[in-house]
């Protein structure tokens, strides 16, 4: 290995510690951030109004309209996923998505770019559109095994 060599696994090991440590700490931190209640049915109303359902189906809703894009660019939103999204993670899907792209990128478009195709909706959507949103999207994630956390419990989703 050499020095430049070195430099650069230092370096990425750097960033690495720097992403696990520097979410939960620090004035851009997350931590303390909660939405009030939303009401699923006006999210499936924005869900459809904002055209989400060109590119989206909900896992469970064949009711929906359907998608316009081509059968291999659908992402399917919702089902049997081996981790349940988070709020937090489902607003980041929606205002930040080229952030981290979901598992569920089409693969063809994925090898393109590592920008996501959705458009921003940034300018258009009020928050309470997106709280509510995102109260709709939430529940339709599934976890496959059996949830043992005790929030899961309590909150009897
Ligand atoms: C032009 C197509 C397109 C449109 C329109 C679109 N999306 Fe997406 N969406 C994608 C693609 C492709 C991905 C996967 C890549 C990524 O993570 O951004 C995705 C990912 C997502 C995810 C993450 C899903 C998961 O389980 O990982 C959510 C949530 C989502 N979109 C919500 C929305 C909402 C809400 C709207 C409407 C405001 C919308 N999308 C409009 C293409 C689209």
Not at 15 to 32: E, F, M, N, W, Y
Not at 55 to 79: E, M
Not at 122 to 146: A, S
Request: hydrophobic fraction near 40%; charged fraction near 15%.
């Amino acid at each position: 290995m050499n020095a430049h060599t070195r430099w650069l696994m230092g370096l990425a090991l750097g960033i690495v510690a720097l992403l696990a440590t520097g979410c939960d700490r620090g004035p851009k931190s997350v931590r303390g951030f909660v939405l009030p209640e939303g009401s699923a049915q006006r999210g499936e109303q924005v869900f459809v109004g904002m055209k989400c359902t060109a590119c989206h189906r909900v896992d469970g809703l064949p009711s929906l309209p359907a998608p316009t894009v081509a059968a291999d660019r659908v992402v399917v939103i919702g089902g049997e996923v081996a981790r349940v999204k988070s709020y937090g993670q489902l607003l980041t899907a929606i205002i930040h998505p080229s952030l981290e792209l979901s598992s569920k990128m089409p693969r063809e478009l994925a090898q393109k770019s590592s920008v996501s195709p959705m458009p921003s909706v940034n300018d258009q959507l009020t928050v309470m559109q997106l709280i509510d949103l995102v109260t709709f999207l939430q529940p339709q994630y599934r976890k496959l095994e059996p949830l043992y956390e005790p929030y899961y419990t309590m909150t009897g989703m």
